[in-house]
């Protein structure tokens, strides 16, 4: 059994993740995944429900747990004694960009990234897309976890 880490943003938590998940568990034992923020997004939609959201998502998994995440990526691992990171791939902009981090993330501390690809009925899912659906009321639950599809239905519409 090995733990890893599965990180990302998670705004919101959609079936793409969750199979990725399942496969890293199902692949190397146990799974954290690192809620966090990425600098490089605007404000969350789902703000600090994100967190709640990949909980509730992944509860029917043995060996997986979530937790918030701060900071540099390869502090968080470290301080847990997680060596590898797995992450999905879906089309080529992820490949040039997991690269980029793959590299610097092992030359900071020697982290190994592991990249899953994506599920055939998943490869052209994308939080961002989700969440575009959802500002505009539209319906999206065939590609999030009932947990999410419940919130999105909370929250206030654009149009
Ligand atoms: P980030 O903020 O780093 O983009 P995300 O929350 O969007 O993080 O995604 C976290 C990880 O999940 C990334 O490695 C991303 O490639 C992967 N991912 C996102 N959507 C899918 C999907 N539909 N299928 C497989 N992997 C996905």
């Given at each position: 059994m090995t733990l890893v880490l599965c990180p990302g943003s998670f705004d919101p938590i959609t079936n793409g993740h969750v199979d990725i998940i399942t496969r890293a568990r199902d692949v190397f034992g146990e799974v954290l995944v690192g809620v966090g923020r990425n600098t490089l997004k605007a404000a969350y939609l789902f703000g600090d429900r994100r967190l709640d959201l990949v909980r509730e998502a992944t509860a029917?998994?043995?060996?997986v747990t979530a937790e918030p995440m701060e900071g540099l990526l390869v502090d968080f691992a470290k301080e847990r004694g997680i060596t590898t990171v797995v992450k999905g791939l879906r089309f080529g902009t992820d490949f040039d960009f997991e690269l980029q981090l793959a590299h610097m993330n092992h030359s900071l501390t020697g982290l190994e990234t592991v990249l899953l690809p994506a599920s055939a009925p998943h490869v052209s899912l994308s939080s961002t897309i989700v969440r575009e659906v959802i500002k505009f009321g539209g319906d999206v639950s065939p590609h999030v976890p009932p947990c999410v599809a419940a919130a999105a239905g909370e929250l206030p519409r654009q149009v």
């Open positions: 029917h998994l043995a060996g």
